[in-house]
């Protein structure tokens, strides 16, 4: 399986709800990011796990939050979202975190924040 | 001065040709370069990744990469419609931990 998959495909929510995207990988790959990309812009990287620890937070604002439960997968946790948090959320993994490791793409979750 | 460039387009190329993308980056340091292809409205996929000097061939995909000049290019022979897409250079520093960092993409039409 080569595949890194992400669900939703799609989420609709209000500023005040609490809501979360899954990554899933079963490449045994051991480094997970999330990435968020505008239209018409390049990713931006978000976070990045490292067995399963947390190695890099780009300054993501709190109402952003990783949480990453095994080695196959990981989530963001949403909580009072802006509308300019609308965009497609891309969970990345990669076999190591170092700088040599190519970094696969799950499809991504197209969120809009009403 | 951005930390990796490239010409955003569109570049339009016919059926056939070959189709010569650009990238350049400010980290002298850096380690590794990917390209990336992005349909609209999909994910990025990776199609190449190269680390030392000189020309990496897969298919009709070519990359380069010139440290020295801090520039690293992807050709693509024999173009088709379905290579239109945008084109993501990507590039990770000295100990960055997997961090990648994008240029604007550039975006790449091939008419029949």
């Known amino acids: 399986d080569t595949e890194v998959t992400q669900t939703p495909k799609h989420l609709v929510m209000g500023m005040t709800n609490k809501k979360s995207l899954k990554c899933e990988q079963h490449?045994?790959?051991?480094?997970m990011y999330w990435y968020k990309q505008k239209a018409k812009k390049p990713p931006e990287l978000m976070f990045v796990y490292s067995y399963e620890k947390l190695s890099i937070n780009e300054s993501v604002p709190s109402r952003f939050s990783p949480e990453c439960p095994n080695s196959s997968l990981l989530n963001l946790h949403l909580h009072a979202l802006q509308p300019e948090d609308s965009a497609l959320y891309l969970c990345?993994?990669?076999?190591?975190?170092?700088?040599?490791?190519?970094?696969?793409f799950g499809p991504g979750t197209r969120l809009t924040v009403l | 001065q951005k930390e990796v460039e490239q010409n955003s387009g569109p570049l339009s190329v016919p059926e056939g040709a070959i189709a010569s993308l650009n990238c350049t980056y400010s980290?002298?340091?850096?380690?590794?370069f990917f390209w990336y292809r992005q349909y609209s409205g999909k994910s990025p996929e990776l199609i190449m990744s190269?680390?030392?000097?000189g020309d990496k061939e897969d298919g009709r995909f070519t990359a380069q990469l010139n440290k020295a000049s801090q520039y690293v290019s992807l050709l693509i022979r024999d173009s088709q419609p379905s290579d239109s897409a945008t084109y993501l250079c990507?590039?990770?520093?000295?100990?960055?931990?997997?961090?990648?960092?994008f240029g604007q993409g550039t975006e790449l039409s091939v008419k029949p």
């Open positions: 990507a590039v990770n520093g000295y100990n960055q931990g997997g961090k990648l960092i």
């Open positions: 490449m045994g790959h051991r480094a």
């Open positions: 980290d002298r340091v850096s380690q590794s």
């Open positions: 190269i680390y030392s000097n």
């Open positions: 990345a993994s990669s076999d190591r975190g170092g700088s040599y490791n190519e970094q696969f």
